[in-house]
């Protein structure tokens, strides 16, 4: 389902000629990370029960890159107990992400549709490395002792990518599919909304994507 949602997106945005970079990496700069930054990592990683140092990602590749801003779709495995720790950082106090209580409700609403999706053992173990630094994940589903180190390791991975965006001048738009939107008369959900989209869906979709990135539609064409 989210493929389909992110292309449907993709396509209504080439179909009103805004010139977005699609799938864009960021090279991330070690440099820029300062003392504050380290310590707001290691926090993150220790809060999560990380072992050891924090690691940190040397690329970061959004969906979409508009001019300074950037933009993630977040599906169901962003919305969890551990992504929710991470927004206790000092962090979220400093830097002012517009996305940040929404995510918060999200996290608290919506885990048991992560649970739906991310109880497979590729994603409640997650690669070697989770192992490696969040420690043995127990029997999947089971949330009491050390819980899902999958799962720890893409909530702390957020959050560096929430640091390293900022500091290296970008602004974080986070998109998730449980935003909702009036058509119709009625407030329908955006993954709904994305899965066959009519031309009406279209532009309520387009404007309210507009407005969610701050482009002026009278330039729009020429970004």
Known sequence: MSSIFVENLFSILREELIAVEENFTLEVNPDFLDEKGKNWLQEIFEE????????????VKFDLKINRTVVLFDFELNFNRYRLKTFRSGLYENFQFPFVESHKRLCRTYEKECMKAGLQARYWNGPPVATQWFGDSEEIGDFS?????????????DSQIDLLSRIHGFKLIRISPYETLMTGGALRRLDQLLMNPKEEQQKVVLNWLIRKLEIDSEKKNQL
């Not at 999560?48 to 690329?59: D, H, R």
């Not at 002792?145 to 991975?157: Q, T």
């Open 48 to 59: 999560l029960s990380g072992q050891g140092s924090f690691p940190q990602l040397e690329k």
């Open 145 to 157: 002792g050390n819980g899902s180190s999958g799962w720890k390791l893409r909530a702390y991975n």
